[in-house]
């Protein structure tokens, strides 16, 4: 799987965190995740929304290249979309034009909100090692190289371990994964050396 970032301009950028921050369209996307395709009369009648309006966002998700057509499916005004593989890595804020990073901004917010009730959902269904939820905390000693190192092999891991809807084996269920990494701030660091107590 590719890096969305790839080529992408920062008006393209921007267009995307707009996309993906708006609550009809990343319902859209949810729903071809779960269901592998529909059309918009389709998500009209799931999502409550007219066939128009869920027309229309499914032309602007296809110009993003969030989803796309599919031919043999559609034929006239009945047009069949599938979601695509897709990786995005946001680029340093810094970077950013003013446009573009309030809109990484906002969508950072909701993926925050999300984030959290799912790190609560992993915690309230944990049955053990050999469940389905799982909840990991680890830390190291680690050099910029290093933990970037680790990214890369930890990409490599999804790829090797995860499915496409179509290809995936009896038993597999969609998995939603979160990987974080922050170093310790100097404060924290002179703390832990000092023999003071987390809280």
Do not use: C
């Amino acid at each position: 799987m590719t890096d969305g970032l790839t080529g992408m301009t920062s008006l393209e950028r921007t267009a995307l965190y707009k996309s993906l921050g708006n609550p009809l369209r990343r319902r859209i996307l949810d729903y071809l995740g779960r269901h592998g395709e529909a059309n918009s009369t389709v998500l009209a009648r799931e999502l409550g929304e007219s066939s128009g309006t869920t027309s229309y966002h499914l032309r602007k998700l296809a110009e993003q290249r969030l989803i796309e057509e599919i031919p043999e499916k559609s034929g006239g005004r009945e047009r069949w979309w599938r979601a695509l593989p897709f990786r995005h890595t946001t680029p340093d804020p810094g970077t950013m034009a003013p446009e573009e990073y309030a809109a990484a901004v906002e969508l950072a917010h909701l993926k925050i909100e999300f984030d959290t009730a799912l790190y609560r959902r992993a915690h309230e269904e944990y049955r053990g090692p050999e469940g389905w939820a799982q909840v990991q905390r680890h830390g190291g000693w680690m050099t910029r190289e290093e933990l970037l190192a680790f990214l890369r092999e930890y990409h490599a891991l999804l790829d090797r371990y995860s499915h496409s809807r179509e290809e995936a084996p009896d038993g597999a269920r969609p998995v939603l994964m979160r990987f974080y990494a922050v170093p310790e701030t100097a404060d924290e660091r002179a703390e832990e050396h000092s023999g003071g107590t987390a809280g």
